[in-house]
């Protein structure tokens, strides 16, 4: 029941919302009925079958819509994060990357923060499903400066790369870490943490004998 409303009428609605890459539409016509077949591409539909419908070539032909939706989705998804990435990099620059008056401010307002306590480490807990237990959780860092506002971390932590405060930054994670995983443990709670190091970290001998050292 189309409440009145015919089959091109459909069509011409479905395509106020939805663009025919991301809902495509095959009508069904009478074999010889040519108007309603040129009427419904006009209108919006991706294809035309003539009727009676052979299934097979309707199967082959709902494949290659399918097949024209997902590269759509995955253009769309490709265009996002090239946004993302365009964004962030504009952050940077608004932060000071590349400028090395800004990034020395903003490593001076890190290191106190740092010790007054407005950097945080947030834990983004992973569950079993089936019993719904937290197995593990990721540390996640955060800060909020008095100036700079909600500095996304991974802003931040790239600048403290280009610094060289990185190793600092991640010591500090790693000690509250470590912390809380105490603080866990003493509550009956046995929960792994992680603790995301940046690459440029991997290579420093020094820090890993720190690393070791302080996870026993």
Known sequence: DLHGMSGLDVVRDIRK?????ELPVIIMADNNDHETMVAGIGGGANDCIAKPVDLEALLVR?????????????????QARLQRRLHARARLEEFGYGDPHKLVYMMNELHRDLVAGKVQLLFQPQYRMRSGDIMSAEALMRWKNDTLGDVPAHQFISLAEETGDIRLLTEWAVDQALAAHGQFLAAGHHVRISVNLSATLVGDAAFVDTLLEKIG
């Open 17 to 21: 919302s939805f663009c025919a890459a």
């Open 62 to 78: 709902l494949g290659v819509q399918l097949n024209v939706r997902a590269s759509f989705r995955k253009a769309l998804s490709e």
